[in-house]
């Protein structure tokens, strides 16, 4: 599988953050990590989510999120997405991602 959809939650939204738990098997083992930062993965995933800059995260595996949730307001904002819309991950590589609203 590379290509993941998740469904954006009323949670997702005031907690900047996107479930990954039903898309976990499109992500390498090795960019899964643990509880906090010291226990980052040993590999870091690539994501291009439609700004200028792609993002550098690893999975924090006991919540199964991207450790780094900072762009996932400002991407939820950007695209107007509310509860129910669903997001797009696409493998594009080992350890590139694209990241984007599904439409229509």
Do not use: C
Not at 8 to 31: K, Y
Not at 32 to 51: D, M, Q, R, Y
Not at 54 to 63: Q, R
């Amino acid at each position: 599988m590379n290509v993941g959809i998740i469904e954006v939650t009323d949670g997702n939204i005031r907690n900047d953050s996107l479930n990954l738990a039903s898309v976990m098997e499109i992500f390498p083992s090795s960019a899964i990590g643990g509880t906090s930062k010291t226990a980052a993965a040993p590999s870091v995933l690539e994501l291009h989510i439609g700004f200028d800059e792609p993002v550098e995260t690893d999975i924090a595996g006991d919540k199964k999120m991207f450790r780094k949730r900072a762009w996932v307001g400002k991407f939820f904002k950007r695209h107007d997405l509310k509860a129910g819309d669903k997001v797009v991950i696409e493998k594009m590589g080992e350890f590139r991602y694209h990241i984007y609203p599904q439409r229509g």
